[in-house]
């Protein structure tokens, strides 16, 4: 069981970018999914997240910049990052567990994180 995140890079002020979450080896689609985010010297903190009926969640912080979505024939969920700032460097990691929610304690199958680098 394994959820594999990509879509990260260098990527300039005011860009975006499309990070993936695919799994492998079990059927996600009854699970919820998370992104979450850790800073270099800061704690890892919600991003986002989707029930598996599709209802989403956000954080206060990305301001309505990210869009959270899945795909559940492809066993996919995306974060669409627009407007990136250079406070949104960080790895970012995706989350499954049966139920939605903000806490990552919560979550108990993550994948290896993929990050993000915003330039001024």
């Known amino acids: 069981v394994q959820l594999q995140a990509s879509g990260g890079g260098l990527v300039q002020a005011g860009g975006s970018l499309r990070l993936s979450c695919i799994s ?5 689609s009854y699970y919820a999914r998370g992104w979450f985010r850790q800073a270099p010297g800061k704690e890892r903190e919600f991003v986002a997240a989707i029930s598996s009926g599709g209802s989403t969640y956000y954080a206060d912080s990305p301001e309505g910049r990210f869009t959270i979505s899945r795909d559940n ?8 990052m627009n407007s990136l700032k250079p406070e949104d460097t960080a790895v ?3 989350a499954a567990r049966l139920g939605v929610s903000r806490s990552s304690d919560s979550y108990n199958i993550w994948g290896q994180g993929t990050l993000v680098t915003v330039s001024s």
């Open 24 to 28: 492998s080896g079990r059927t996600f």
């Open 73 to 80: 024939a492809k066993d996919t969920v995306y974060l669409q």
């Open 92 to 94: 970012y990691y995706c």
